[in-house]
């Protein structure tokens, strides 16, 4: 075993036997807790660069692939998703960058979503060598919210495989939505935005920071200065309205029952 303070993921700290010992499980929360501390101390901000070079997901995970035959949908089914447009082409510019460089360098333009509770942390970002601003996601075990299985003794009653179940691992979602992207590769540019990989990144810097640097794949895997490392993935930028702008009243409504309960 290594030092708490060494460890940067979830999956450095055992499964098994953190559903059979609380005090393994006390040791994830307080790195849980040390670790997004730190985190917010150097958030990434609009300004951040970022550099990145091929590798990530698959090199270290692997991929999840059905190995069930692809189905092609109805014509009907296909009519209702086109609903007569036509579909958004992919960026050249940017697939012949990812195919053909070892590092490329992105500089973050707006914060979407970041902070803790949230499974991904959204920006908007230019890659050098590409004009079109995309979206970037990055599955931060750090802002992860985690189970309380362990709040008190009652966690006992359950069997131990059962312990812990709504903890997520940052590669399993990875993993699983890379999947996703590639099984409905049709549909993207029509109901889904073109895919750029998935990738691995690290800790935050402000402004006056050193430049982050990033470990990518096709799927991609991002790391930053200070050696920490998250997975996440590029994804293009859908210019358009939001549900929260189209129905306000429903959003503000839905917001209030579910802080609620």
């Known amino acids: 075993a290594f030092e708490i303070k060494h460890r940067r993921w979830f999956s450095d700290f055992d499964l098994y036997t953190m559903q059979r010992v609380p005090e393994l499980w006390d040791q994830l929360v307080e790195w849980h807790r040390s670790s997004q501390d730190a985190a917010l101390k150097c958030p990434i901000v609009s300004g951040s660069n970022i550099r990145f070079e091929t590798g990530g997901l698959a090199r270290n995970s692997g991929l999840l692939r059905s190995p069930y035959p692809y189905f092609q949908l109805p014509t009907d089914t296909l009519h209702i998703i086109k609903g007569g447009r036509s579909r958004r082409l992919r960026n050249a510019t940017l697939d012949n960058l990812i195919r053909s460089s070892r590092e490329l360098s992105l500089t973050v333009v707006e914060v979407v979503r970041s902070g803790v509770r949230h499974y991904s942390q959204v920006f908007f970002a230019r890659i050098i060598g590409c004009d079109e601003i995309v979206c970037i996601k990055l599955l931060d075990e750090r802002y992860f919210p985690i189970p309380r299985d362990y709040i008190d003794d009652d966690a006992y009653v359950f069997a131990p495989p059962t312990r812990l179940a709504s903890l997520n691992y940052s ?67 859908i210019p358009g309205q939001t549900l929260g702008d189209a129905y306000p009243s429903y959003t503000r409504a839905r917001y209030w029952w579910t802080i609620s309960r």
């Open 171 to 237: 590669e399993d979602l990875a993993r699983r939505e890379e999947g996703i992207y590639d099984r409905l590769e049709d549909l993207q540019g029509w109901l889904l935005p073109h895919c750029y990989g998935f990738h691995l990144v690290g800790q935050a810097f402000p402004l006056t920071s050193p430049t982050i640097c990033i470990l990518i794949s096709m799927t991609w895997q991002f790391t930053m200065a200070d050696g920490w490392q998250c997975y996440g993935t590029i994804l293009e930028r």
